[in-house]
């Protein structure tokens, strides 16, 4: 149930993201923060990390 909870975030997020020109790509091999987003609207330097995809859907929500 959890993975199907988290499939549904991260389709979320990406379909949100590609509207407002933001992507997010997922790193498997990293521990920490495996989800990075970036794209040319993204003002920061630095661009945010995620742990879950339910906390890059809150983030692209509230953008």
Do not use: C, H, V
């Not at 199907?4 to 992507?23: H, T, V, W, Y």
């Amino acid at each position: 149930m959890r993975d199907l909870l988290d499939r549904s975030n991260e389709i979320a997020a990406r379909q949100m993201g590609q509207k407002r020109g933001i992507r997010f790509r997922r790193y498997e091999r990293w521990g920490g923060w495996p989800i990075k987003a970036y794209g040319d609207s993204l003002d920061a330097d630095n661009p945010p990390d995620f742990r879950t995809w339910k906390e890059a859907y809150d983030w692209i929500r509230e953008q």
